[in-house]
């Protein structure tokens, strides 16, 4: 939650560090801020609001001019949205000024603390606690900034992404990090540094960065090396210096009206990456090499757990039904959040799989710590590479599906989908458990899912006159069964998330048990009756919705008579494997959601309340 940007060296900060906030708002949006040093001043101005409503404070503010400065957009927890609780905060003596993404969770006790030493706070927030903890160690130990910093964090328990200046010695930013993501891009010679919670705000300027390790702090002077250390006992760290794989056309919108749209669009093309090198249909191969790499780990498995939240729980669920339904090993799949507090009984004979598209997402993270604490291999399919996540792993692979900049998951949900089918497929080969012919057929297929993927999104303009019609519902029930149970809970979640119609997904049968007293003819229903898997039960469910005077949003396979003799409205994908549906399924419903949200005048891109990355548990 919450993006920090920095920047020191020649240019003037200003721009780089509003756009780098740009980049950055799918963290948190509900207020910005920025500081800038102009050589003899702090200036400061920051914001409820987003990063256009801080450009516009700006201008009346302060003067853009400074070479080093720090910049935030925040996702509040500790205090309200609203100017005083946004960043950057100050020290009480004005000389220092701090940017964080996090919590410090003994915060209250640190504040009593300063409190009876005579400090007073403006803000509610946390981090004003903590940049006020990092200026009475430096005038108490008489130490420098980077000293200070370090101290104080050691005596701070929680999360945390910071970024600190000091007025009195302009010439250098203090970042570090726990928990939270922080990126150091590394300009020419040296001459200037840029400072991100991911590389997007910096991609134009240079490929060279270091990602900070959790326990690290860096003291960035221009001219100089990064100088990288531990937290705890302040000894140096030799930090790697990462190449750069971004580029900045695929961190914008690309003519699309919303980054939402751009990513559905872009499925065809995320799927083939997902699968490009690992999939060899014509020669009978899947090739994962995670997965090869340890492979007897996972044929002698006695059980899978998978770890995740959300949108990527729901690949969880759908990885389920696949890795039993092709491999045989028995899976459970937990709410990482759960999971992480519930004792669970973990053995060495478990693989735990974590999924996670951003690879911050801090309850997973916490799910992979205790799974390796208890002696499982944990395995970790992520998309943004080198992610906190992708780090912590005993091993795992990415999905490449490229950056996710809309706050509603797409791409990364259908190739979180791919990846681990593939998986399942490979595991059912070395296992014996599926018929050479009918994994040729299936690698053949999945082979094909691109350019079915590309030819369902044709019917965006059917979807958006079905839209139209719904705009308007307050309440949605999605139904699916089998495979397709999980895109009935992804469809609802998509809708709910970013249109605020309440909506929920349900295994079609258990509608019976509950959320059919919802039912009237206001209501629409989503049912996904694909021709394989349970189709004649859906079809009888379907049934009973229409005898209750339900509105039917159907989504069926080509073909299909019975269906759209009974439904208001069907949506037909091609045929496909059963097991491939949900690649297919879930496209219509992404593309539902986001029409409905468009005609609500809902911010599809960042919906009020959420963030992309939810670093804080
Ligand atoms: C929904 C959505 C969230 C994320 C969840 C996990 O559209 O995006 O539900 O799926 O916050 O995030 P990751 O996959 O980054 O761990």
Redesign the pocket.
Known sequence: MCGITGYIGYRNAYPIIINGLKRLEYRGYDSAGIMLFDGEDIQLSKTKGKVSNLEEKVKDEISKKGFIGVGHTRWATHGIPNDVNSHPHLSQSGNLVIVHNGIIENYSTLKQELISRGYTFKSDTDTEVLINLIEEIKNQYDVKLGKAVQLALNQVVGAYAISVFDKTKPDEIVVARLGSPIAIGIGKDFKEFFIASDASPFIEYTKDAIYLEDEELAIIKKGRKVNVRKIKDDSLVDADVHELQLNLEQIEKGGYEHFMLKEIYEQPRAITDTFRGRLLAKEGIIKISGLENNMKKFLNAERIIIV???????AGLVAEYTFEEFARIPVEVEYASEFRYRNPIITEKDIVIA???????AD?LAAIKLARSKGAFVFGVC??VGSS?ARENDSGTYTHAGPEIG????K??TTQITILTLMALRLARAKGTMTSANYRLHLQEMELIPRKVEQLLKINEKVKDIARIYKDATNCLYLGRGFNFPVALEGA??LK?ISYIHAEGYPAAEMKHGPIALIDEKMPIVVIATSKGHYDKVVSNIQEIKSRNGKIIAVVTEGDKIVKEIADHVIEIPETEEAFTPLLTTIPLQLLSYHIAVMRNCNVDQPRN?A???TVE
């Open positions: 995740a939240c959300g949108t990527s729980w729901h999924i996670s598209q951003s690879g911050e997402t997973t998309n943004v996540i706050v509603a998951s797409t990364a949900f979640l998509k998330e959420l992309k990355s939810v």
